[in-house]
């Protein structure tokens, strides 16, 4: 779709501004060098706000434009557009719409009026004074009725009502009339009964209570209650800002007097019978009226009490301005039947398509079709005319504009220290949690999936073992490998494991390493909350498996920090209050991604005629309308939510949950350490930002986390309590000695027969034991413990195994005999080979564990005869590097790449637009400049946009004069790849075939060989 960048205007040719109206931005009119393309306004504007518009649309600078007409085409492109109007707040989306809706091109004053629409009695002198950012005080601006369809026009005297409240319509409403239900589905006239009590007996609404019928101009008065004084102040205050945003991403442009949507986002945004507008208006009457025959049109005209015209268009155009006049329109709405009202009141607030029967309409559908005010799209379906639209709406866009970001209240206050203190307490608890998770697939990693990932069975026994749920122990897991702690090990029988840096991070301080964390888990897009759910395909996503990663994920996550920042330390809001933030800031939903399990619109959809039912229009509560995104659906793949929320609504509610956990947050309020996180260091390359966040977080936190321990309180009942974190040789020790009972601020350990037996298995003996219990106990050695341990010792390897297949052998032959006879042996198929030997079938590994089964306390020996010590193997991968974040379209450029690019734009710009000198050879040679000799001399001012062509002699001439008198040469060079681009240069030395110069373009100095210059002209004086 070709973009505004110089190809004439949309609107009218013939439409001027008006005298008195708004200045266009310093550019006078069209006489005195107005923009007529958004290519033309791009140069006007300095290389501060280009560099803003590289930075608000990064995609604009892949690659790096050649010209200024380059980039406003490129801005102009359906993919550039759509991204941008994505990122747009919830107002700027509402102007953005309205200006969709609105003529183009549009005046200030009316924009406004489509988002403010009329003043209520109360608004008399109120915000309508107010005007554009750059005529705020001028009394003589005033809106023209017939730019806006009628929002200029004279103000109607409606209620003060909120929008959306139609408590005090009743059944103008349309919504529980029997009468006007009936006639809005087409199912014939309502009887007399439902007439008396569905439309007659309401006061207050425009009811006739004389004759029991109801009037449509008081019954339509309360479907569109102009907003009060206090939003349209609102409104009046936050337009400025949401046209300068338009305005810098080069989504508008023109001035004040002559705002222009490109035309790109114009489509995108302006309603369409299979794409409605987020507005839920429907189509003009010109639009609608396309193709009608004109004695039909002359009838719609004498309905409607209008004189006949000789042709279609004036007869169109005398229903327009029938529709925009307030006081006609109240009039020919009071002769309206009994229904008619609640179909209009049906199709207000969109969407505009209703099904009915043309050819045999009831009698409210077919009055309202004899006069326009409804007109046919099919045979079976009916349309709400914009303009009528707008009248019925109090002159307004859109039902609810939300020109302010909600607040983020109501806030819960802590004090700041518990807040510290608690999120401190939750780092211990999340890195003692990576530990444990990693200690544990060290020496038995789960296998890695076919398809790649964890199992269910194994998330299940993970999660089992580290005493948390499945979503939270997939949370763990995903940020161990996040970090680059866990991965798989690429063997034949591949498994996961820890990485060689989970040995490095084991060696970090507690705040380091819970900083490392932290900093993989911020900018991640790997998305645990996903873990369970089902992709496009109906397949199960699994813990480290593919199609986890979600480009939004960074930047909602930091944002929800970054709300978190902007309340008191200590003050915590609650989900839901930041959620409404985002999606005022990032609208979802929107139209072309319809939100999850919501149907896509079509219009009109048979069946749903005249039920309000659309999902992007308002419910019939009055709630606000669903902002329409041009956006087409998620590329994640991931099945909507069961609860029905957007990506990235759950993305924030799992970006809460997961600070917590993490020790970012305490009891919901962002922490000092969490803070500095997010502390930005713009003078740093991106890597080396987050490096110093991280050091800063880490310094912050340090003093919160409490000192390692090397003692342990050891109690009577075979248990041992670690008040605190115990130094790591302690630690592990423990760990070998004693199962993990209890895990919190004080972790309890039970020694058991089998805990004791691991440690003797790992090499330490009896007089270990006690001497480590005694070294590490602030409390005496209790004497059950003792005993346990002098007990397990003394049957300790008494019972010796070997290969043989396997051998058992033992000093006292009568411990042979009581396990011969047992019947638990069986399975090891057991015989005497001598008093002291019993030979087994089995391997020795399951003969050792056969027998722990039944009781006893066996040790493996070796061929020597020595005892083998058992400890477990600790596995390692590779060496692996972290996955890398997906990101979410380019990165946002550094201030040294945007002056770059602005130079280089600027540069190709002047190349591509400064005016030249026509060629000397054309003067001397009028058949090369005849075109008798193609490429002699065509590299005159009159070639335009062409690369110029000389022969290699005016070439070689052209550049020594430049280089003599150090004047600019505009050049046509094919670089080694074949392709053609044009530059301004300055020649500083011709020799040996080639040129050395200053090229503008690239704002360096180059050489360029003289042969692969296609031509030269100088330029014009005014251009040097």
Known sequence: MPADTGHGDNGPPDRVPRSGGPRDGGHGDRGRGVPRTLAEELRTRPDDALAALLRARPDLLSPVPNDLTQLATRAGTRASVVRAVERLDRFAQQTAEALAVAPDPCSYETLRDLLTGDEGPEGAGGPEKARSPEKAGDPEKAGSPEEAGGTGAARSAGSAQPPGDTSAAGPASGVGTASGTRAAQGLGPASPAETASGTGTTSGTGTDSGTGTTSAAGATAGIGAPLRAEERAAIVDALPRAVATLREQALIWGGDDRLRLVRTARELLAPSPTSPSPTGLGPTVREATSGMSPGRLQELLAAAGLSPTHDPVTAVAALAELFRDRARMAALLDGAPAGAAAVLAKLTWGPPYGEASVTSPTPPVGWLLDRALLLPSGPRNVVLPREVALHLRHGRAHRAPEPFAPPLSPTTEHDPQVVDNTAAGQTFTALATVEELLGQWETAGPPVLRAGGLSVRDLKRTAVALDVSEPVAAFWIELAYAAGLVASDGETDERYAPTPAYDDWLRLPAEERWARLAAAWLPATRTSGLVGGRDSRGRTLAALGPELDRSPAPEVRRRVLELLATLPHGAAAAPDVLL????????????????????????????????????????????????????????????????????????????????????????????????????????????????????????????????????????????????????RPLAETLGILADVESKGGATVYRFTPESVRRALDAGRTADDVHTFLAAHSRTPVPQPLAYLVDDVARKHGRLRIGAASAYLRCDDDALLAEILADRRSAGLRLRRLAPTVLAAQAPPDTLLEGLRAMGYAPAAESAEGDVLISRAEAQRTPPRRPPAPVPEGPPVPDATLLGAAVRAIRAGDLAATAPHKPAAVAEARPEAASGSRPGAASGSAASGDRLPRTTSADTLATMQAAALTGSNVWIGYVNANGAATQRVIAPVRVEGGFVTAYDHTADEVRTYPLHRITGAAELAEDAT
């Open 580 to 727: 409404a933030r985002l999606r005022w800031e990032r609208p979802t939903g929107h139209r072309g991604a319809p939100a999850p399990g919501a149907a896509a619109p079509s219009a009109p959809a048979p069946g749903a005629a005249f039920t309000g039912a659309s999902p992007t229009t308002a419910s019939p509560t009055g709630a606000s309308p669903t902002t329409a995104s041009p956006t087409a659906a998620s590329p994640t793949g991931a099945s909507a939510s069961p609860t029905g929320e957007d990506l990235r609504s759950r993305l924030a509610r799992w970006a809460v949950a997961e600070a917590e956990m993490l020790g970012v947050t305490g009891r919901g309020a962002l922490s000092a350490h969490g803070r500095a996180l997010l502390e930005r260091h713009p003078d740093e390359p991106t890597a080396a930002e987050s490096d110093l966040a991280s050091a800063q977080a880490a310094r912050l936190l340090a003093p919160l986390l409490p000192e390692p321990l090397d003692h342990v309180l050891l109690q009577a009942d075979l248990t041992a309590v670690a008040p605190g974190p115990l130094e």
